[in-house]
């Protein structure tokens, strides 16, 4: 039989169970992790190192990369090392960080792909007066306010969660500390806190969600008036490899913190979170890097084929 858990630990029963398919699914995982944190390091390399990536566009990029690669770096190791080792216990330091890391990465995130949304309508919409309302300046201050405005959500959170009582077991369903499944152990009324959650949830990501959706339709009402089928053609490309970002990652949000309690399932949410702590942030360097031609660019000069 298994041992209760005696202090204040608590115990993450993880993804995968130790039978035949999960270890091929547990390998699977850890190779697309491995694959996104060298996939989304290559891209800072690239847009540090190429000065012509060297405008906000691409700043802004560097950032979404910085993002995934903390995001994958918080969660895979401890998950990778808790199935390998069967030591599945996390301290409540150490389940407040992963809280706190990864509500500071996902609000800024959020506002981070609205940032870019608006930088993409002033490059389609105003491209002469691009270098004006898109200066560094503004680009550096939408930077910090996308971390600060994540990292109050991340640290109002944390420190919510973990400050009601925890009685019983200490299991908590989940290959990582998630707020939503960690405020179910809890042996005290948490309504108050949750629907607080969620109605903060909901303007973290609705409100830079509609200003992405106003920033796209001023975008493709620019994009049907144009006359040029070659300009028309760059901004369909460049635009669409952020919405399909877009998509991916307020897809996998949504469904996380913005259904009412009574649709949650713990194994449902264990799959969606994987998704996006795990398998988005792979996407994201290919989605920019394929749809590209100044990354593509930058990447063979690295690797020496810019004269081939």
């Not at 809890?186 to 309504?191: E, F, K, L, M, R």
């Not at 920033?215 to 009402?221: A, D, V």
Request: with cysteine.
């Amino acid at each position: 039989m298994e041992k209760r858990n005696t202090t204040s630990d608590f115990i993450l029963l993880g993804l995968f169970k130790h039978t035949g398919p999960h270890l091929f699914l547990f390998m699977v995982v850890l190779t697309m992790a491995i694959a996104s944190l060298m996939g989304n390091a290559l891209m800072l390399l690239l847009i540090y190192w190429d000065p012509q990536l060297h405008i906000p566009m691409y700043f802004l990029l560097s950032q979404l990369s910085l993002m995934d690669v903390m995001l994958v770096a918080t969660i895979v190791p401890k998950m990778a090392a808790d199935y390998l080792t069967g030591k599945k216990s996390i301290s409540p330091a150490g389940c407040g960080l992963q809280i706190f890391v990864s509500l500071t990465l996902g609000g800024g995130e959020s506002f981070l792909l609205a940032a870019m949304s608006y930088d993409r309508y002033v490059a389609v919409c105003h491209p002469l007066r691009y270098p004006v309302l898109m200066s560094q300046q503004l680009c550096l201050r939408m930077t910090l306010g996308s971390w600060f405005l994540g990292a109050a959500d991340g640290l109002m959170q944390a420190a919510a969660t973990l400050s009601f009582p925890f009685c019983g077991t200490h299991e908590i369903d989940h290959f990582f500390c998630e707020a939503p499944m960690l405020v179910r152990l809890a042996c005290a009324d948490t309504s108050v806190f949750e629907n607080v959650m969620y109605v903060c949830c909901v303007l973290m990501l609705l409100v830079p969600f509609s200003l992405i959706l106003t920033s796209y339709s001023f975008i493709i009402t620019a994009v049907l008036q144009m006359r040029s089928r070659e300009a028309c053609k760059k901004a369909f490309v460049t635009c669409s490899s952020h919405l399909a970002v877009v998509g991916l990652f307020y897809g996998a949000a949504i469904f996380t913190y913005m259904r009412p309690k009574s649709y949650r399932s713990a194994k449902l949410a264990k799959v969606v979170s994987a998704f996006y702590t795990i398998f988005t942030p792979v996407l994201n360097p290919l989605i920019y890097s394929l749809r590209n031609s100044e990354v593509k660019g930058a990447l063979k000069k690295v690797a020496g084929l810019g004269n081939v």
